[in-house]
């Protein structure tokens, strides 16, 4: 029989920190045109995702992360059978973090040897490594450095079975992972469910994000002969596959810039995916019917590209991320740094599906070891190796036994578990007992466990109004926390404040994130002003600097920024975003002048450090800019994916040199010139665009 068991994981882990207490506004956006809706879809009535852009709140941003790691033991739940053994880390999005095959000691997934959060999530910090669960909105998902709900479930038999899930507070639904190794299965099956509980569609977004071993003749077979390629430089094209410009695509290490291959699989063929080493071995993974969508996404070779994956692992230059397991086993090549193979609801990541009123959606995932002849998936016949393909993921996983297990598994969905191994966040719970009080149905089945033991001093103050009518006011010194957009708390503050002994700063302060959220500029910035007028904070003032910023009015959005700044002098994210209001509003020497006032812990940071080489720039004091890009003093922990910001800076501040130097403009002969004769330092390089 499968056995469950919590243990530990210990590895060298940065902290994460604590949330950023700013609530991230986006700028205002008009509807989307029939046109935008349209642009770059795939899949027959899916929805733009480029045009539904929903901003990350109700979530807080995870920045306050570093590069100093220290051994740290990790929460580990273990699963395993006679062929298999499954280790997921509930603390960090119940991801699957390990999946050895026990005869052969092979790891078949890519392990990071760290937690180092980078910025690459939807609220910042993400992790490489394992399998990730991404639901709700587009891109890595805002539990992806969160713990989640573990809990343990018997089948009809006795079986143990995984159970994995969350409330995710954008679509307001829950996601259910029930994740099983049944007596002799070679395959890990994953049984996802998604239950819409509104009376109205929502768009709906799932990928499992699968990272695995990468080498030289690492190739990743799929049922297609075309895929969407996008890079990054914004384009998205259909093209045939594997060879594409003379270079057969099928081998990721084969490829200089970072690109996602969305495979065009059939509708009528059964969605697969692999990654297969030297000798013919690797992973495998199939489903049901309804996820559909297949894509490989590789970093590329260079020098950005490898960058990012020295970045994520916590690596120096000159080195890869190892792969242990991959390692371990004989015969296979050392694996340099890992790809991924994914697995959506789309065909592609740049769409939502249209989920309906109270639909219920369900799958089955499977995970094994993909074992085929090296000569015939290696061969150059691209019809010939998936056809390869397909027999061993059908000798791996035959479609009759998914569907059966299929079954099985939605039975097991709906029984409640027998233990609670991991708490996730109080959300769910306040949910719960919101709609208890509305008299509205449940989001969820009564399998599913929210205990009020996980309401915690985020959802604190939103109980307080729910049960007294009355959100409390705390300090205005203290970081808010808890943020909401959603329409009936919305309703529930406003009814509130219509007793004058109910205003208080902090009330009108959640109010105007909500009217903001949900594009009420003016009332939005109307009940700041009058936070402000019942208790000055640095909050409110921070958020109007934004209204004022995203409204063009640059300099009194500097002029806001600071006021702010005064008053919570110790806060960093505050100190970055006033920075750059200043260098925005060509006050440069002021955010100079202003850095000597910082505390130590901020002035070293890696945001602030690139803000003063910046303004040093501006200013025209080259000798100053120099100085900090020379001596390597710009680490910045949450560079994001796809930034440039260090590479321009080292660009600016060579063209900006030359020109004073031979007394000439700044034209784009002399900015081809400089990306010719003074390339970028390798530690500062993370561009990903190439061919």
Same mark, same amino acid.
């Given at each position: ?176 992972l029930d994740i099983s190794l049944p007596d002799g299965s070679p395959c890990l099956l994953v049984h996802v469910t998604l239950v819409n509980p509104h009376d109205h569609e929502i768009p709906m977004y799932w990928w499992s994000n699968i990272a695995v071993p990468q080498t030289p003749a690492t190739r990743v077979l799929a ?245 007294? /009518? #009355?959100?409390? &006011?705390?300090? *205005? ?8 957009? %959603?329409?009936?708390? +919305? @309703? $529930? ?112 940071? /890696? #945001?602030?450090? &690139?803000?003063? *080489? ?8 080259? %000798?100053?800019?120099? +100085? @900090? $890009? ?62």
């Amino acid at each position: 029989m499968a056995e469950l068991s919590v243990g530990v994981w210990t590895m060298p882990s940065a902290v994460l920190g604590p949330d950023n207490p700013l609530p991230p506004l986006q700028p205002p956006r008009p509807a989307p045109s029939p046109q935008e809706l349209a642009r770059n879809v795939a899949t027959p009535g899916a929805i733009n995702t480029l045009a539904l852009r929903t901003g990350v709140l109700p979530y807080a941003m995870q920045d306050n992360y570093d590069r100093r790691r220290r051994p740290h033991d990790w929460q580990a739940i273990l699963l395993e059978n006679e062929t298999l053994r499954a280790m997921v880390l509930p603390k960090l999005n119940g991801r699957l973090w390990s999946l050895v095959h026990k005869p052969t000691g092979r790891e078949l997934l890519y392990v990071n040897p760290v937690f180092q959060p980078c910025n690459l999530a939807v609220r910042n910090a993400w992790i490489s490594g394992g399998v990730e669960w991404n639901c709700g909105i587009r891109g890595h998902t805002p539990f992806t450095c969160s713990p989640v709900f573990a809990a343990k479930v018997l089948d009809r038999r006795g079986q143990p079975v995984l159970r994995l899930y969350e409330y995710e507070r954008i679509r307001g639904l829950v996601w259910q992972l029930d994740i099983s190794l049944p007596d002799g299965s070679p395959c890990l099956l994953v049984h996802v469910t998604l239950v819409n509980p509104h009376d109205h569609e929502i768009p709906m977004y799932w990928w499992s994000n699968i990272a695995v071993p990468q080498t030289p003749a690492t190739r990743v077979l799929a049922p297609a002969r075309r895929a969407w390629r996008h890079n990054y430089e914004g384009q998205l094209a259909l093209v045939n596959i594997p060879y594409l410009n003379g270079s057969d695509v099928s081998y990721p290490m084969r490829q200089t810039g970072s690109t996602d291959y969305f495979y065009h699989i059939f509708d009528r063929r059964r969605p697969w995916i692999a990654a297969v080493g030297a000798d013919g071995l690797g992973l495998g993974q199939s489903s049901t019917a309804l996820l559909r969508g297949r894509k490989c996404f590789l970093w590329g070779q260079g020098t950005g590209g490898r960058n990012w994956q020295r970045f994520l692992s916590g690596l120096s230059e000159g080195h890869m991320p190892p792969t242990t397991g991959a390692a371990r086993a004989a015969g296979c090549e050392a694996a340099e740094g890992y790809i991924e193979i994914q697995a959506g609801l789309g065909r592609t990541q740049n769409e939502y599906l249209r989920m309906p009123a109270h639909a219920r959606w369900s799958w089955t995932e499977t995970y094994g070891l993909f074992q085929a002849n090296a000569a015939n998936v290696h061969g150059a016949d691209w019809s010939a190796a998936r056809r390869e393909g397909a027999r061993q993921i059908e000798n791996l996983a035959p479609a009759v036994w998914l569907d059966q297990e299929h079954q099985k598994l939605e039975a097991v969905s709906q029984r409640p578990s027998t233990e609670l191994l991991c708490r996730g966040a109080g959300w769910g719970a306040l949910e719960r007992r919101r709609r208890q009080r509305a008299g509205q149905p449940p989001f969820c089945g009564s399998h599913l466990d929210f205990p009020d033991d996980t309401l915690g001093s985020a959802q604190a103050p939103w109980l307080a109004l729910l049960e007294s /009518g #009355r959100l409390p &006011a705390g300090n *205005a010194d203290e970081p808010p926390a808890g943020f909401m957009i %959603d329409e009936p708390w +919305r @309703i $529930l503050l406003e009814h509130s404040l219509t007793q004058p002994a109910h205003d208080n700063w902090l009330a009108r302060l959640h109010l105007g994130v909500m009217h903001y959220h949900a594009g009420r500029i003016e009332p939005a910035a109307q009940a700041w002003r009058r936070s402000l007028e019942l208790v000055p904070s640095a909050w409110a003032m921070r958020n109007l600097a934004v209204v004022a910023e995203h409204e063009g009015r640059m300099a009194e959005a500097a002029d806001l920024y600071l006021q702010a700044r005064a008053l919570r002098p110790d806060v960093r994210p505050l100190a970055v975003e006033c920075g750059r209001a200043l260098i925005a509003a060509g006050r440069a020497e002021q955010w100079l002048a202003l850095l000597d006032e910082l505390p130590r812990s901020i002035r070293q940071a /890696g #945001r602030i450090v &690139a803000l003063e *080489a910046r303004a040093a720039m501006e200013t025209g004091d080259l %000798d100053r800019a120099e +100085r @900090i $890009l020379a001596d390597g003093l710009v680490v910045v922990p949450d560079m994001r994916e796809g930034e440039v910001s260090l590479s321009e800076l080292w660009f600016s501040l060579h063209e900006r040199k030359c020109a004073r130097r031979e007394n000439r403009p700044i034209d784009d002969a002399l900015r081809a010139r400089v990306r010719r004769e003074f390339p970028v330092p390798p530690a500062m390089d993370f561009r990903m665009r190439g061919t």
